[in-house]
């Protein structure tokens, strides 16, 4: 007989001896050994509860503006300007357990503000009556369920992140908790859910989501694509790897030049595609609508009361190409996050890397030939406003939203930049912190003539604290400062009181 079968055999029995092992090893640690562990159980029931909530707030600060990481990835609800304040009443009902075979949610908020004078287009939200020294609005107006394994939001909601903590990150590059929520109806798979027949150690998530693009400033009634898909190897096994493709488009709309740009079934189909369409030539040589996408790989290692997240963003705004082999391999956002579950007072600690100054290159084209570069992100020819809403960046607010251009232009100016950013948050006996710091160097973008780079150091110390002998109330102090010559110096605070309590259970 030949050794070569012979040899092949003996490794496949010790492999499958190896799986037995690790199987009777898992089922023995309680671990359930299912084709598809969904972690949903037809017993669990759960009970049902109402909150209310409230907070009124108060900003003030030296500066021109309000520091900067004061107000930025706030939605909107904290304005740029130096002095502000803002009540908020709202009621919400929290998912229950994400074992129950169905489970809903829904939120509801309305805030009443007042702040210096600005321009109205920068402090509106959908729903919303604006002054130049105030206004009213629903930043918060949704409902959620989940099906099994299905999800349907409806409202004005926020939009899925992709970073592991937003409450340190400094954002995302497609999408950022920094312009105000719009409204939208999205479906699909929000969490990680493992494929039928792997055990649990392949899983996925998806979705898609249509939403308007209320602000009117430049395009009327332009509309949102947005859909991803991610996958995760790895489920129980102490190292994960995760990837995430999120492609996002504006599109329709009426342009007060160029008219109807596409509002039908099949503008929709062409931006779904990205593919070419439309009546703008535009459109029709490149893609109908501005379409952004971005991938993101994820390698985790887990332990018993530990976490490790290694994340790297990119993002295009040319051909789809896959992450690391694109002309701007040299942009992206890089990140590290540790989270400790087994001590309060550092619970989470985030550490990121920005950089935009590539975009491909310095030029589109030049003596004839096409180099693909000068890429100017969040800027588009057709939806001239750029990747904005409301005036505030979708994606990552350290490319400046345009409520900051002091010559009236409506899209980004400053896209070119380079950011290190740290964040730290915990419990220290009861007083909840977070301490964010940024160094950011700005060069402007590809299309505009800046004759120095300017930079800029943000720091912001977050505490809360409840206090039961006061009634339950939340107190909450901001201290905030920005360094440099973007903004210049500013020193702000903002003083929050707040209070959430149960309404009924059933």
Not at 289 to 295: D, E, I, P, S, Y
Request: with cysteine; hydrophobic share 40%.
């Amino acid at each position: 007989m030949n050794s070569r079968p012979r040899h092949m055999a003996r490794v496949l029995l010790c492999i499958g001896m190896a799986l037995c092992s690790w199987r009777a090893a898992a089922q023995q640690r309680d671990l359930s050994w299912s084709w598809w562990p969904t972690g949903i159980r037809a017993d669990v029931q759960g009970t049902d509860s109402l909150f209310y909530s409230g907070s009124l707030s108060a900003v003030a600060s030296s500066g021109t503006y309000a520091p900067f990481l004061l107000t930025s990835n706030t939605y909107g609800i904290v304005p740029h300007t130096p002095y502000s304040g803002g009540l908020m009443l709202g009621i919400s009902k929290p998912a229950t357990s994400a074992e129950r075979w169905y489970d809903y949610d829904f939120h509801v908020a309305a805030l009443a503000r007042v702040h210096s004078a600005a321009d109205t287009r920068a402090t509106a939200m959908p729903l919303s009556l604006t002054y130049p020294y105030g206004g009213v609005a629903l930043p918060v107006a949704y409902a959620h369920a989940r099906l099994y394994i299905f999800d349907c939001t409806v409202g004005i909601a926020p939009m899925m992140p992709l970073m592991a903590d937003t409450l340190l990150s400094m954002g995302g590059l497609l999408l950022s908790p920094n312009a105000p929520n719009m409204p939208r109806v999205s479906v699909g798979i929000d969490r990680y859910t493992a494929f039928p027949g792997c055990y649990g150690y392949f899983e996925f998530k998806g979705g898609l989501t249509h939403a308007w693009l209320t602000d009117d400033i430049l395009v009327q009634k332009a509309m949102l694509h947005h859909k991803y898909l991610g996958l995760r190897l790895g489920g129980r096994l102490p190292v994960n790897i995760a990837y995430e493709f999120h492609h996002a488009a504006q599109w329709g709309g009426m342009h007060p030049t160029y008219g109807n740009l596409g509002n039908d079934f099949r503008a929709f189909v062409n931006t779904f595609f990205a593919r070419a369409g439309g009546n703008m030539p535009n459109d029709q040589l490149n893609a109908q609508g501005n379409h952004v996408t971005a991938q993101q790989f994820t390698l985790t290692a887990k332990g018993t009361g530990w976490q490790v997240d290694a994340y790297w963003q990119n993002m295009s705004e040319d051909n789809l190409i896959f992450i690391g082999f694109g002309q701007n391999i040299a942009d992206g956002l890089w990140g590290i996050n540790l989270r400790l579950s087994n001590q309060p007072w550092v619970q989470s600690v985030v550490y990121e890397l920005l950089n935009t100054t590539d975009q491909s290159g310095p030029w589109h084209d030049r003596d004839g030939l096409c180099y693909a570069g000068n890429d100017s992100y969040y800027r588009n020819a057709v939806y001239s406003s750029g990747w904005n809403s409301y005036m505030h960046t979708l994606g990552n607010p350290y490319l400046l939203s345009p409520l900051y251009n002091t010559d009236g232009t409506l899209y980004s100016l400053n896209t070119r930049v380079r950011v290190h950013h740290v964040g730290v948050r915990g419990d220290i006996y009861g007083y909840r912190y977070r301490l964010r710091a940024s160094y950011a160097r700005n060069y402007g973008n590809n299309n505009s003539q800046v004759p120095y780079s300017t930079q800029n150091t943000a720091l912001c110390l977050d505490v809360q604290r409840t206090v039961q002998q006061a009634w339950g109330l939340t107190l909450g102090l901001s201290l905030a400062a920005d360094f440099g010559t973007q903004f210049g110096n500013s020193f702000g605070a903002q003083l929050t009181v707040s209070k959430q309590g149960l309404i009924t259970k059933w």
